[in-house]
């Protein structure tokens, strides 16, 4: 097949970035002579996009495609779509794990695994197709290494075209390069995550980190990740684990599909077990040596619902389809940002059943990367860097790591030189400068008098309100009845919401008449959330919204709210004032 004799794509149905990037795979096929990478998230549809592609070369040109991957699922899948949509093409599988041999055929799609020493047994090809192609090895005698050598000897003109969802490896930084050091050369296409998701191709997202934190300061690097058996130390502990499932169980009571990321065998089945404990439902549990059968049957009751919550250690990452995936719960800190948008990714997908996935974060992940629509790439050698984001010392927002004021507070940061940052904390957006508004029901309410730390005794105190919206959650807020101008003017707005006496003139009579019940009852709170406004001990959230009960009667049986007294005598009154 040569290059000049490339047509217009398909007339295929395809969603509008679908057919941009076929369209950007035959102009690069026309006007280079190297390979071209598309990059799509996952869940975004790379399958169509091959799939087009193969129809047009075996229907148009009369060439011969070769479809790689590594996981059974993806060629299962990649099988099956290319069926649907063209149910005349010649398609044939060939992988020792589907018990498939197939040679004499137009299109095959085939396991790297099963295929690396064989090139010459199938005959030419004129494309060959690379699904996951982030995995292809940087260097050395890698499977895909050797069979693509293979194929070339066997026709010099094979054109080699990657797809992936993340264009980069642990170890090396992006996989794209020069032709003759690297195997893919230049991305053609891409299309990003929060693009997607507003164009309504994605399922938006959620986040929220544990309360209870590894310190993972001690972890060590081989190979670009986290050793493996220093992170199961770590993340296997009785307090932690019981404690993230206990906020697993609790935040996802509405939830109907839980996906878990755990660190090793044993902690997974650990996980498994404490889920199973606190919920009172089965939690199933997927490692690399769960017998087949027993894999596909917990798989299958998970993606239909049988199964609310399915554990599993570094078998799921990818290739892995369950559509009614509703929280992606990260027990697995991870330095790869490749293997952390993986593990996100599996939330993408749209499902009737669902309005958003929850991404609960335990291991840090969102910090240490950045948002998953924006992801901190390193190069080999780049060291560690500026961290995606920092801490305000001041209010303990979690922003951007540019900004030289903290845009909650004004506290202005000194020169980088002096800045310190914890990398173990995860309470940040998962999507960058996501808004988030959540609801919560109000189990109790709290009153405290708050003098800001280090403040003189004579300054201005607040009025805190403490609402309870979990078994240990709390949100909180500060209202200023001692202080003048806008915050004044707001406390006071927010008084008569709530309260039909007089507006207090301290923070101590506001607490006395509050707990006295002059207060309506907040029944819920809206907490808006934005990505990177987090901070690592405690969220940082902003409560925007409120149900509020029935407001009571004045204490003296009037029904009338005494707008114009601003200055209300000290609550309670004193003791001669009391009739009795």
């Known amino acids: 097949m040569n290059s000049h004799t490339l047509l217009p794509p398909s007339p295929l149905t395809l969603r509008p970035y679908q057919g941009e990037a076929v369209a950007a795979v035959y102009q690069h096929l026309r006007q280079r002579g190297d390979n071209p990478c598309v990059v799509i998230p996952t869940a975004g549809g790379k399958t169509p996009v091959m799939s087009t592609i193969c129809c047009d070369a075996v229907e148009k040109w009369g060439g011969r495609v070769l479809v790689l991957a590594h996981v059974k699922e993806l060629l299962q899948q990649t099988a099956k779509t290319l069926r649907q949509v063209a149910p005349n093409l010649d398609v044939g599988i060939y992988s020792a794990g589907l018990n498939s041999r197939d040679t004499d055929h137009a299109i095959i799609v085939a396991g790297i695994q099963s295929v690396y020493r064989r090139a010459g047994e199938l005959d030419a090809f004129d494309l060959v197709m690379v699904d996951e192609a982030h995995l292809i090895p940087p260097s050395g005698e890698g499977m895909y290494q050797q069979f693509l050598a293979e194929a070339k000897v066997v026709n010099p003109n094979v054109r080699f075209i990657g797809l992936t969802a993340t264009p980069y490896r642990m170890s090396s930084g992006i996989i794209c390069g020069p032709e003759g050091e690297k195997l893919l050369n230049h991305i053609c296409y891409e299309v990003g995550v929060k693009e997607l998701i507003a164009q309504g191709y994605l399922c938006p997202l959620r986040s929220r980190a544990g309360k209870v934190k590894a310190n993972l ?126 593990m996100v990714g599996r939330g993408f997908r749209l499902h009737a059943d669902k309005a958003d996935c929850l991404v609960l974060d335990f291991g840090g992940n969102i910090l240490r990367h950045g948002p998953v629509d924006d992801l901190q790439i390193k190069t080999p050698g780049q060291g560690s860097g500026e961290a995606p984001a920092k801490e305000c010392p001041e209010c303990l927002a979690l922003i951007h790591a540019a900004y030289a004021t903290c845009p909650e507070c004004d506290y202005e940061f000194p020169p980088p030189k002096q800045e310190t940052h914890q990398a173990n904390a995860s309470n940040a957006g998962i999507l960058s400068g996501q808004v988030t508004d959540s609801q919560y029901d109000i189990t109790d309410t709290a009153y405290y008098i708050h003098t800001k730390r280090g403040a003189d005794e004579s300054a201005p105190k607040t009025m805190r309100i403490d609402y309870q919206v979990g078994w240990n959650d709390w949100q909180s807020e500060w209202v200023c009845p001692e202080h003048t101008g806008y915050a004044r003017s707001k406390f006071e707005a927010w008084w008569r919401a709530r309260c039909r006496e007089s507006f207090p003139g301290t923070a101590q009579a506001a607490v006395a008449m509050a707990e006295a019940g002059c207060l309506a009852q907040t029944k819920a709170i809206t907490v808006r959330s934005v990505a990177g406004g987090r901070s690592e001990k405690k969220p940082f959230d902003r409560i925007v919204g409120y149900e509020l009960g029935e407001i009571p009667p004045r204490q003296d049986g009037s029904d009338e709210c005494d707008g114009d007294d601003l200055a209300c005598p000290n609550w309670p009154p004193d003791d001669d004032e009391i009739p009795f």
């Open 217 to 342: 300061d001690n972890l060590h690097i081989r190979g670009g990740e986290f050793i493996a058996s220093e992170v199961e130390a770590t993340m296997d502990c009785y307090t932690l684990v019981n404690s993230a499932c206990d906020e697993i169980v609790e935040l996802t009571r509405s939830r109907r599909s839980v996906l878990i990321f755990t660190s090793g065998v044993k902690h997974g089945r650990h996980v498994a077990s404490s889920i199973e404990r606190v919920s009172g439902e089965a939690c199933g549990f997927v490692c690399g040596d769960t017998p087949g059968l027993e894999r596909k049957s917990i798989l299958q009751r998970f993606k239909t619902g049988e199964l609310k919550y399915l554990a599993n250690v570094n078998v799921l990452t990818t290739g892995f389809d369950a559509p009614n995936i509703d929280c992606v719960a990260m027990l697995r800190p991870t330095n790869s940002p490749g293997l952390y948008y993986q």
